[in-house]
């Protein structure tokens, strides 16, 4: 329950005080988090709001779908970019028959697979062409095509655009919308943050240069604590020397409509990192949900040139928010401040999650498995199970604590799936970076801490910002240590330029279900992440199994061990308890 270590943490909240009297399927006067009562003298009851998988089509479909590459264009773009998605589904398409006829040279009519779909891309408005003529494969996704902006006048409103796409006969035709923005260039000094649909990653420029180039940023930091930041200016020095490239700063306050921030102080901070090159993250966390707030901080903020994205809902679901808060605060902020995106980070396992990221570009989740009871609530004293309890992650029930984390971005991939969301969600990660409080009997330790990072990139987390700073001194060492490595241009190339592909793990004979790898192939050569979740080291000969042909050449490591190549394999002798390993290598 991490909001309630949260509000403890700065003395925000007392613990008694937290939770939603009277909220959803709630008896009256029962608190709740995540929907469920946790307080001994109240019994348990079904809390609502889970999301289900969607019926099945006993038939396949096609699933055509269609969204810009960028979530924003602006005037200065010449010319952007569509992604085409079209999967085989059992859930969401339109009726697929794996047969199509063409006409052959001799006049004569045969019959093939339906193996391609051709299509066209147009301004839904006015008709005009943008893609004509092409064609991408069945049961793929991902594919790519430009198009001219040159015919597009920049403004705030969003342009629909139209796919037709049909079988090489005609006989099964596929359609699909999307809405694309050009905005006005921006002439108030302020950023620019866009959102790569297709690798899930943020683009920006380097606003200390003036720069018109974009670039991928990997962010990577802490949810940084405004009582202690504000004490000393150096303090943002002290961040970005230590390899951080954004700052989340935790306001205080702790009610809606309070004001969170000495604002002359607060410019004075936002000042400083503006000339360091420290990216902000804005919370509006106390605030989300009053829309005067919401509409001076945004006005203020906006034409920051270090705004990298607003951050709305801190754990909405478990605090039960209102469902629709989320969506209103994101409509709100869309029309003050069109170009940066907005963050909500989930606390819950499954809790009204269409609702809740409906009002969101980016997902973010804090899963905190170390050093916490996830069966019995130390602080309630009663158990935790999937309808009744809080012990500080919810419904983290794995084998392996770690694997909670991993478990938890797949299960945000899949509930978009399910919801069919397009254009598709960005995930974050929140590594849990304090203990010795409430349900957390201790710190982690520095290899706890890698292995919770690498595993969440490992499952597509764009970027990790960990709750929160300041934190020991030996994860102060590692997570500087590891800022350097991911958000180098060298790495960050592969996380936000490909997509990461899992690759088994084996020891000896079987696999090795304590063990996580992952693998990005960009550009002739290839990014290895292997993590071992296990305490104990493992002997023998350990493998993965990686795509493509890897060359028997040397590793560049980045990060612990390197690894050899044989028969298209890696190999190495034993992993050790709680090993991270990260190095490139090239592919034949």
């Known amino acids: 329950m991490a909001a309630v270590s949260r509000s403890l943490l700065f003395g925000i909240l007392a613990l008694s005080a937290v939770g939603v009297k009277g909220a959803f399927n709630a008896p009256p006067g029962v608190e709740i988090w995540c929907g469920k009562s946790y307080q001994p003298e109240n019994a348990s009851f079904n809390p609502g709001g889970w999301l289900d998988a969607p019926a099945t089509s006993p038939s396949p479909l096609l699933n055509v779908k269609l969204y810009s590459r960028m979530n924003i264009y602006t005037a200065d773009d010449q010319s952007g970019s569509f992604i085409v998605d079209a999967s085989i589904s059992n859930i969401h398409g339109n009726s697929y028959y794996n047969t199509s006829d063409s006409v052959q040279w001799n006049g004569n009519v045969s019959s093939g697979p339906f193996t391609t779909l051709y299509i066209d891309i147009t301004d839904a408005d006015t008709g005009s062409p943008l893609v004509s003529g092409a064609n991408v494969t069945v049961n793929s996704t991902g594919n790519e095509f430009q198009f001219s902006l040159a015919n597009f006048t920049a403004r705030t409103t969003p342009y629909n655009i139209v796919l037709e796409g049909a079988s090489e006969d005609g006989n099964q035709t596929y359609t699909a919308t999307a809405q694309l923005y050009k905005l006005p260039s921006r002439t108030d000094g302020g950023s620019v943050t866009k959102i790569d649909h297709l690798y899930g990653g943020l683009i920006v420029q380097n606003y200390l240069t003036n720069s018109t180039s974009w670039s991928p ?10 009582d202690w930041l504000s004490t000393n200016l150096s303090n943002l020095d002290a961040l970005k020397s230590d390899g951080y490239n954004i700052v989340h700063i935790v306001p205080g306050g702790s009610t809606a409509g309070e004001y969170a921030f000495n604002i002359t102080l607060l410019n004075e901070f936002l000042d400083r990192m503006d000339a360091l090159d420290l990216w902000l993250m804005y919370d509006m966390r106390w605030t989300y949900q009053n829309q005067s707030a919401v509409a001076e901080q945004v006005n203020r903020i906006k034409t920051r040139k270090s705004l990298l994205l607003w951050y709305t809902g801190d754990e909405p679901d478990g605090n039960g928010d209102p469902l629709n808060a989320t969506s209103i605060t994101y409509s709100q902020i869309k029309s003050l401040d069109p170009y940066h995106p907005v963050s909500l980070c989930l606390n819950c396992y499954n809790f009204h999650y269409q609702e809740y990221t ?36 919810d419904d983290c029930f794995l084998d392996s604590p770690f694997r909670d984390i991993s478990d938890r971005l797949d299960r945000l991939a899949l509930y978009d799936t399910w919801l069919d969301t397009s254009p598709p969600k960005s995930y974050w990660g929140v590594p849990q970076g304090f203990g010795a409080s409430q349900f957390w009997t201790r710190y982690p330790t520095p290899a706890e801490e890698a292995v919770m990072d690498l595993l969440r990139v490992n499952h597509g987390a764009k970027a990790l910002v960990a709750w929160d700073f300041p934190t020991q001194p030996d994860l102060v060492t590692v997570t500087s240590q590891i800022a350097q490595v991911l958000t180098s241009d060298e790495v960050t190339a592969f996380l936000l330029g490909a997509k990461p592909l899992a690759a088994p793990v084996s020891a000896g004979n079987g696999t090795l279900d304590n063990a996580d790898a992952a693998v990005w192939v960009k550009g002739g050569q290839m990014l290895v992440s292997v993590v071992s979740l296990d305490y104990e080291d493992v002997p023998g000969s350990i493998s993965v199994d990686v795509p493509g042909n890897p060359s028997t050449g040397s590793n560049t490591v980045l990060w612990g061990n390197g690894w050899t190549v044989s028969n298209g394999a890696l190999v190495k002798n034993g992993l050790s308890g709680l090993e991270v390993d990260l190095f490139v290598l090239d592919v034949n």
């Open 358 to 393: 409906a009002g969101t570009d980016i997902v973010m989740e804090d899963v905190y498995p170390v050093a916490v009871n996830l069966s019995y609530s130390t602080v309630y004293g009663t158990v935790c199970n999937t309808t009744y309890g809080c012990c500080g992650c």
């Open 217 to 226: 940023l990997f962010p990577y930091s802490y949810y940084v604590s405004w």
